[in-house]
């Protein structure tokens, strides 16, 4: 077995590991940085849905780069790590043995699929949404000339699967369990409206039923059916199942780290373990909601680089204090040449947590005046606190803005802003580029939500 030794090292190169491993080296230069990574290849998770329409097209334009790292002089190998010795403080490929001084888990997440449609698998015609580029390529492949596909699944990744899908020429038919797509994400009546562009796209949406069986009718190893728990039987020739993800923490339990709420590494504050030489960042580690402080399901790549950072700059000590406690859920979609971003707690899950909330909505355009070419309808939803005003969520439906419009709600949650602050908040705006510095839609619906404020104060 070859020896190999490092000052720090990073088990898995995806978005968390890679970022950690930069922030590493630019934060503690002289340390050696190793990571081990299982694929040579590695996808870029959020774009995986657009390989299978006209968007990409192929597996090739979705490589993750690399080159930051390899110029910074961060080393890469290629493997498994299968067992680590903490004690000794030595990791254990198929052959290689690494010393280390510090280690980050940073082994990502791993489709999840109810136990009730595991066995399903091993049909062919069924897969997943795997971060895999090997994986992904014989999807695309056995896809190719389909026709009919049903989605399992109201998700993101499910939703931008189903949409490529139908860009391409199929007939697809998305099932949920929730009444809406994007649940959790997006209050009802907004998506509601992300449901009717999917009905222009001709995607069939089936909510409030699940799959309860993938038939394979001929019994020659081939899906052709799914039925669902209301009793219906659609035909199909391919099942994506698109349920979301589970912390991939094999390892983890293997070597004997503790685990969190749905069996993510526990990390403190700082993204490390109990044992403050190891860490855990990404879709790996348990992680809580930045509102309400419940533990989360939530993954995203944009949380998990927020963690590398804090972990990459904390190995040899606490360097900054961490400016987030919890993962503010900030999404973005496109579901036709529509943008959908969502940030916080929405007006429902505020509602049920029993939160004293008022809400502010604005409608108008994202250019000025209205008729710029490419003008959009544009809308924002904010949620805040009744006592005080704090920002606690917010929603945007309009163009390709959006995505980076949500970002400043993001800012406003996690710098506990208020919509008094947001009121008097100074903004460029451009005609080609933005709506009315008159009528600025984030400032219109702070606006909105204070007038509500006020008069209950005046009842």
Known sequence: MQKTSCDILVIGGGPAGGVCAVTAKMNYPQKEVLVVREFEKQLVPCAIPYIFGETLGCSDKNVASCGAAEDMGISTLLGQVKDIDFKGKIAFTGNEAISFDKLIFATGSKPFVHESLRHSLALDGVFTVA????????????????????????????????????????????????????????????????????????????????????????????????????????????????????????LAQKVGISLGHYDGIWVDEYMRTQNHDIFAVGDCSARRAFITKVPSKVMLASTSASEGRVAGSSLYGLKYIKGFSGTIAIFSTMIGTTAFSSAGVTQDEAEESDMDIVVGTFSGMNRHPATIPGAQKQFVKLIATRNGGQIIGGQIIGGNETGEMINIIGLMIESAQTVYHIMSMQIATQPMLTAAPTNYPIVMAAIMAMKKIEMQGNK
């Open 131 to 250: 971060k895999n580029k090997d994986l992904i390529d014989k999807s695309k492949a056995y896809i190719e000339d389909k026709k009919n596909i049903v989605v399992v699944g109201t998700g993101f990744i499910g939703i931008e699967m189903a949409m490529e899908l139908a860009s391409s020429g199929k007939k697809v038919t998305v099932v949920g369990g929730s009444k809406h797509i994007l649940k959790g994400a997006f209050d009802s009546e907004i998506a509601a409206r992300a449901e009717k562009i999917l009905a222009n796209y001709d995607v069939d949406f089936i909510g409030s039923d699940r799959v309860i069986e993938i038939i394979d009718k001929n019994d020659d190893n081939i899906v052709n059916a799914v039925k669902l728990k209301s009793g219906k039987v659609i035909d199909t020739e391919v099942v994506v199942l698109a349920t979301g993800y589970k912390p991939n923490t094999e």
